[in-house]
């Protein structure tokens, strides 16, 4: 990188600041990292596409603490946890108590009606629909 670009670049982080969550600049506009307006200018493909990815690293990271199991399972388990942890987030997943332990017992049928039985299936059942069949056909 040029030396001017680099200068230009330091000197734009001094006056915008780096902020990682959404604020109104004070012209009223949705803004966020180092200035970047929302309204006027959506983010790109490629942004979402690495924000996308950071979120899905850091709930395996989750995931290998607080259901260490969770890797020796197969394909379509593993789709399904990562997946309610993504929507749910960590600590909803967890709330999870007799699904987790059905999974971690190979009891997929268990594992599916729990999923079913449950609060998450009402908010979006069509999701959750769809990940107690990937559990129920993962059964052998």
């Known amino acids: 990188m040029e030396k001017w670009l680099e200068d230009a670049k330091d000197l734009i982080v001094k006056n915008e600041g780096i902020r990682a969550k959404m604020y109104r600049c004070e012209?009223?506009?949705a803004t966020i990292g180092v200035g970047h307006n929302l309204d006027t200018t959506p983010i790109t493909k490629?942004?979402?596409e690495m924000i996308f990815n950071?979120?899905?690293q850091f709930?395996?990271?989750r995931l290998n603490v607080y259901v260490p199991w969770w890797?020796?399972?197969s394909h379509k388990v593993r789709m399904v946890l990562l997946d309610m942890a993504f929507n749910l987030?960590?600590?909803g997943l967890l709330k999870f108590k007799r699904m987790l332990s059905h999974i971690e017992n190979d009891n997929y049928m268990g594992a599916s009606?729990?999923?079913l039985n449950s609060r998450y299936a009402k908010q979006v059942p069509k999701r959750a629909?769809?990940?107690a069949m990937l559990l129920r056909n993962f059964e052998v």
């Open 89 to 91: 987030g960590i600590a």
């Open 46 to 48: 490629d942004a979402i």
């Open 59 to 61: 709930l395996i990271g």
């Open 129 to 131: 629909n769809h990940n």
């Open 27 to 29: 012209n009223g506009f």
């Open 71 to 73: 890797m020796t399972k």
């Open 113 to 115: 009606a729990e999923l």
């Open 54 to 56: 950071d979120d899905v």
